[in-house]
C-alpha cells in the first residue's frame, strides 16, 4: 500500500476524494482533535470549509493545532474537556455554541485504553476504560442530540469505536465499551431518526498513529502481518471515511458500522499484549506446551 504522510505539512497535500467546499460553513466538533485521526479529521474538515471545534484532555496538543490553524487562516475553537465529566461537556457545547453556533457534525472520537491481561485489570482501570469509551462517548452523543432535538435541528454523529467485535486479547475493558457503544448508536439512530439526526460508527483495525506507542514492542512487532493487506493504516484513512459518514451522500445510512481494518476482521491472529506461549507460532512450540 502507498505510504500517506504524517506531518502537518502531509495533511495539507494529502489526496482527498471528498469534494471541496463539502463541508463549507458547517460547524464540526471533533473529540480528541489534538491528535491521531482526530488531528487528521480535523484538518480535513477544515480543508472542506468547516469550522472546527476540537477537545482532549491535554492543554499542549490542542494548543499545536491551535497554532497550525491560525497559521493557514483556519477558523478553530480548542478546549480543554475530559468527555467523562458531563460538566465539562456542556460546558465544550456552550463554548462551541458561542463562537460558532450549534455543532452539525460530531466525531466522537476520543478514547483509548491500557493493554493488559484480562485477569490483571484492576476495578478501577476497568471504570477507566468504561468511563472513557463508552460513557464519555454517550454523553458527548446525548448532549449534541439534546441540543438539536430542542433547537428542532438535525445533526450528524459519527462514533469512533474499534474493529474488535470478535474480542481483542489485552483489551477486554475497551472492547465491552466499543461493543456498547455500536449498541447504543443502533439503538439511538432509530430513537432520534425522527429528528434527522443520523448515527454511524466507524471501527478502525490498526491504525499508525502516535496511540499505538502504548502497546508493547513484542505486541507492535507483530501489527503489521496481523491482516491480510501485511499493513496498518492511516488516520488520513479514517478521517476520509468519517468525511464520508458525515455527509450528505450518506443521507440513507444511520445505526451502521462501518470497519475499516485492512481485512483484519476476517484473517489474522492479533494480540495487544504478549502472546501467551498457548498460541505459539509454531504447531510445535505451541504442542510443547500443551504436553
Ligand atoms: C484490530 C483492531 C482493534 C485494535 C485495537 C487495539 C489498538 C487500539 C489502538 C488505540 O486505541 S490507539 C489510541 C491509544 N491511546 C490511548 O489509549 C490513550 C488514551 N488512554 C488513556 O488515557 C488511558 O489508557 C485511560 C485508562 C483510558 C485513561 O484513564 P485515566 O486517565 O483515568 O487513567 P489513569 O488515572 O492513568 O489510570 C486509572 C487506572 O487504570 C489502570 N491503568 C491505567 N493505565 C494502566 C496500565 N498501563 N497498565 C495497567 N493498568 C493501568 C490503573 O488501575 C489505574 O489506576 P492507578 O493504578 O493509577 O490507581
Ligand atoms: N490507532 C489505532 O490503531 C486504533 C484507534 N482506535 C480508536 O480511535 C480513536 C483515536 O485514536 P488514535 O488517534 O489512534 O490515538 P490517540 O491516542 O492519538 O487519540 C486519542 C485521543 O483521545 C483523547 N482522549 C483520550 N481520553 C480522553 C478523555 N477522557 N477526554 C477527552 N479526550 C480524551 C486524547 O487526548 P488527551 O490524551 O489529550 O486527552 C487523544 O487526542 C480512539 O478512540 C482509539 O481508541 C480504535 C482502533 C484502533
Not at 460538566?87 to 458561542?98: H, I, K, N, P, Y
Request: net charge negative.
Amino acid at each position: 500500500m502507498t505510504a500517506l504522510p504524517v506531518s502537518e505539512a502531509g495533511l495539507d497535500d494529502a489526496p482527498m476524494t471528498l469534494a471541496d467546499g463539502l463541508f463549507r460553513d458547517r460547524v464540526v466538533l471533533v473529540s480528541g482533535g489534538g491528535s491521531g485521526i482526530g488531528k487528521a479529521t480535523a484538518w480535513m474538515m477544515a480543508r472542506l470549509g468547516a469550522k472546527v471545534a476540537i477537545c482532549g484532555r491535554t492543554a499542549e496538543r490542542l494548543l499545536g493545532v491551535e497554532t497550525a490553524f491560525r497559521d493557514r487562516g483556519w477558523p478553530l475553537l480548542a478546549q480543554t474537556c475530559d468527555i467523562r465529566d458531563e460538566q465539562a461537556v456542556e460546558s465544550l457545547f456552550d463554548a462551541v455554541e458561542a463562537r460558532f453556533g450549534l455543532p452539525n457534525i460530531l466525531v466522537n472520537n476520543a478514547g483509548g485504553q491500557f493493554a493488559l491481561a484480562a485477569d490483571k485489570i484492576t476495578p478501577k482501570g476497568w471504570r477507566a476504560v468504561i468511563e472513557t469509551n463508552l460513557t464519555g462517548t454517550w454523553l458527548m452523543m446525548q448532549t449534541a442530540a439534546q441540543r438539536w432535538i430542542a433547537a428542532s435541528r438535525g445533526g450528524v454523529v459519527v462514533n469512533v469505536t474499534a474493529a474488535n467485535e470478535r474480542g481483542m486479547p489485552g483489551i477486554a475493558h475497551s472492547s465491552a465499551a466499543r461493543a456498547g457503544v455500536v449498541n447504543a448508536s443502533r439503538t439511538a439512530a432509530v430513537e432520534w431518526a425522527p429528528y434527522g439526526i443520523r448515527i454511524n460508527c466507524l471501527a478502525p483495525g490498526l491504525v499508525d498513529s502516535g496511540g499505538l506507542s502504548v502497546y508493547p514492542p513484542e505486541a507492535r512487532a507483530g501489527f503489521h502481518r496481523a491482516n491480510p493487506q501485511r499493513s496498518v493504516g492511516h488516520p488520513w484513512d479514517m478521517a476520509q471515511i468519517i468525511g464520508f459518514l458525515a455527509s450528505d451522500s450518506a443521507r440513507y445510512v444511520t445505526g451502521a458500522t462501518l470497519t475499516a481494518d485492512g481485512g483484519g476482521a476476517l484473517w489474522g491472529d492479533l494480540w495487544t499484549i504478549e502472546r501467551p506461549v498457548f498460541f505459539s507460532d509454531t504447531q510445535q512450540e505451541a504442542a510443547d506446551h500443551v504436553s
